[in-house]
Structures are given as C-alpha cells and as structure tokens.
C-alpha cells in the first residue's frame, strides 16, 4: 500500500495564479482532509469530506475550494492564490479515529 | 470552541535527558487524545493516542502519555532522549462529533548529541 500521497511535492506561485493540489489514498478510507501547516500554528483544518461527493469546510475555507468525485482522491484548488497562502498543505485520510497523513506539499506564492 | 495548547513552543535537551511535553485542552466531553511527531522533512506520524481505559498509555519509541481528566491534560514524556528524536511533536484531540482533529501549535525538541 501507499498509503496516503500528495503531488506535488514542491509548488511556486505568482499572485493570482491558480492550482490544484491532488491527495491520494488506497485504505479505501470514508473521510479524507487538507490541512495547511504554519510555524506555530499547528495544523488547521482547511477543508474535509465525509465520503464519496461530500465536502464540508473546515477552521480556514476562505481562499481553497475542494472536490471528491471518486472516493480515493481528494483535491484541493487555489483559484487566485494569494502570499498568505504560503504554507505547507497536508492530506490524511482517516479510519476510526486515527488519521494518516500524506508527505506534504510545500507552496509558495510569491 | 475546542483549544489545545502546548505550552512550550521550542525545547533543547541534551541526550540522555529527560523530557516532557505538555499538552491541555479546553473541551469538557468526551475525547480521543493523541501525540503526533513530525521528524524533519517528514509527514506526521502517530506517537501514542488515548481513548478510554488506563490513562498512562506507551507509544512508540519510548514515550508514553498520562491522561488527567481532571486537568484536562494530556502530557507526553520520555525518560532519556536521544538525537533521533529531535523532532516537533503536536499534541490533538477528537471529538466524534465534530469528525476532526483539533491540533495544538506544536513543540520544537531539539536533541543536542
């Protein structure tokens, strides 16, 4: 198994620009999520989804859209980047309680 | 709202030392408790978690948390460190209601050899 993974790894932007982000995972899990990692900040819930076709927003919607229209993918779209979204953008997929994280992706807009 | 504070946001530690990290929450239900450690350049990964039972639970690589209800704390150690724990550690709780983690701002651990 893979288990949960990200593309890409490493991202530049200009101001405006758009991009999506693609989560992928093989556990066959129901609830997948994006987090945005900031120094001292811990991880903040972006967006997530209960299932196939579902999303829900979470603690910092404003600025990313999401979609999951199969169940093993779960994207994350910037669609006018900005610099404050400058971070490092984690993907989990979860079981039970416990969640997996994939390897991250790294952006920067400039 | 559900908080989670670390109190420490960066630690030094020489090896051998002991450590302990902690952690306290502000939800007054029921919570999942967890300790996550991120190595550098890596993703997170599951240290330990607490649900139910005994509340001084064992995790990987030598650590261990102890679950006090009463101070809302989840507070996460290990005896003697080495360098290849040199890491940040977030601490985070569930609520099943709410289907998500909430994270604490995380500690930076430096291990000097």
């Known amino acids: 198994n893979a288990g949960v993974t990200q593309t890409p790894k490493f991202r530049v932007l200009k101001t405006g620009q758009s991009m999506t982000l693609l989560c992928a995972q093989d556990m066959n899990h129901e609830y997948m999520y994006w987090y945005r990692q900031d120094p001292g900040m811990g991880l903040r819930l972006i967006h997530y989804?209960?299932?196939?076709?579902?999303?829900a927003k979470g603690e910092v919607p404003d600025g990313y859209n999401v979609s999951r229209l199969k169940k093993q993918n779960f994207l994350l779209g910037l669609e006018s980047a900005a610099p404050s979204q400058t971070s490092v953008y984690f993907c989990?997929?979860?079981?039970?309680?416990?969640?997996?994280f994939g390897p991250g992706t790294r952006l920067t807009v400039t | 709202a559900q908080s989670v504070s670390q109190h420490n946001h960066h630690v030094i530690l020489s090896e051998a030392a002991s450590l302990e990290l902690g952690c306290n929450y502000s939800y007054g239900g029921t919570v999942n408790l967890f300790w996550y450690v991120q190595y550098p350049g890596q993703h997170l990964q599951l240290l330990l978690k607490?649900?139910?039972?005994?509340?001084l639970v064992k995790g990987i690589k030598g650590f261990e948390a102890e679950f006090i209800k009463s101070k809302f704390s989840f507070n996460l150690r290990k005896p003697s460190v080495q360098w290849s724990d040199t890491a940040e550690y977030f601490c985070a709780i569930y609520r099943a209601a709410g289907n998500k983690l909430t994270f604490g701002g995380g500690t930076r651990v430096l291990v000097k050899p």
């Open positions: 989990a997929s979860k079981r039970d309680y416990e969640q997996y």
């Open positions: 989804s209960v299932g196939e076709g579902t999303t």
């Open positions: 607490y649900f139910s039972g005994d509340p």
